[in-house]
């Protein structure tokens, strides 16, 4: 079955530096997104991603948070300026339609996640 | 807050018995979905049910939905250990655009 790639598994960074998390959705899906898990929390939505553009963030994407989709395979997750409060699990996912009524393949492909670490 | 409460946030059976786990929501759905992740991996999506259904099958997997009382309920008949794991209910609330997890039940199967 075809799955969604995240690398790294792990980074490690100091609290101020960027970082780049990096995604290779399933090749034909159009939707994409990025969520956090907080050791032992729930997971959390950070953004949804189509058409080359935010479909919707929530209050923790804030301005150090972007996205892109540089060449058409890759999808990126930046932060911009680490803080200790963003050590967490980041998952992408992808889909194939949008999640809304009416739609097949509503369901989300996930990633195994790359686990941030900001000392 | 569209999250909704998961029940219990633990449970401990021993194989071969069944596990129910609930979920309840607040806003109005157009799905909802329930998801499994194993320690430290991404989330699989196990099954989905729409607005408009009451009970779905998949396999030992069974969920029901009463949007009268914006709840939902996954059954996992005949257990087994490989089940330990977590389960997750997510909906997809009318007009957005993104799907939203829920507390999860960390379920333990003995053998």
């Known amino acids: 079955e075809p799955e969604v790639t995240q690398t790294p598994s792990h980074q490690v960074t100091q609290m101020g530096q960027e970082v780049i998390l990096r995604c290779v959705p399933i090749?034909?899906?159009?939707?994409f997104y990025w969520y956090r898990q907080i050791l032992g929390q729930k997971v959390e939505f950070l953004v949804s991603f189509y058409n080359n553009e935010i479909s919707e963030k929530s209050e923790i994407f804030d301005d150090q948070f972007s996205v892109e989709r540089p060449d058409g395979s890759n999808f990126t997750l930046k932060i911009r300026s680490t803080k200790l409060e963003d050590s967490a699990m980041y998952f992408c996912?992808?889909?194939?339609?949008?999640?809304?009524?009416?739609?097949?393949?509503?369901?989300?492909?996930f990633g195994s996640g790359t686990q941030l670490s900001v000392l | 807050s569209q999250q909704g409460e998961e029940d219990p946030q633990a449970l401990s059976i021993q194989e071969g018995e069944n596990a129910t786990m609930n979920c309840s929501y607040k806003?109005?759905?157009?799905?909802l979905q329930w998801y499994r992740q194993n320690s430290g991996r991404g989330l699989v999506h196990l099954i989905l049910?729409?607005?408009?259904?009451r009970e779905k099958h998949s396999g030992r997997l069974r969920v029901t939905l009463d949007t009268s009382k914006k709840s939902s309920s996954l059954l996992i008949t005949a257990s087994r250990a490989a089940d330990t794991a977590s389960y997750f209910c997510?909906?997809?609330?009318?007009?957005?655009?993104?799907?939203?997890f829920g507390q999860g039940t960390r379920l333990t199967i003995n053998p």
């Open positions: 806003t109005s759905i157009n799905n």
């Open positions: 090749s034909n899906h159009l939707y």
């Open positions: 049910i729409r607005s408009n259904e």
């Open positions: 997510a909906r997809v609330s009318q007009g957005a655009q993104k799907l939203v």
């Open positions: 996912a992808s889909s194939e339609s949008a999640p809304i009524a009416g739609r097949i393949n509503e369901k989300l492909f």
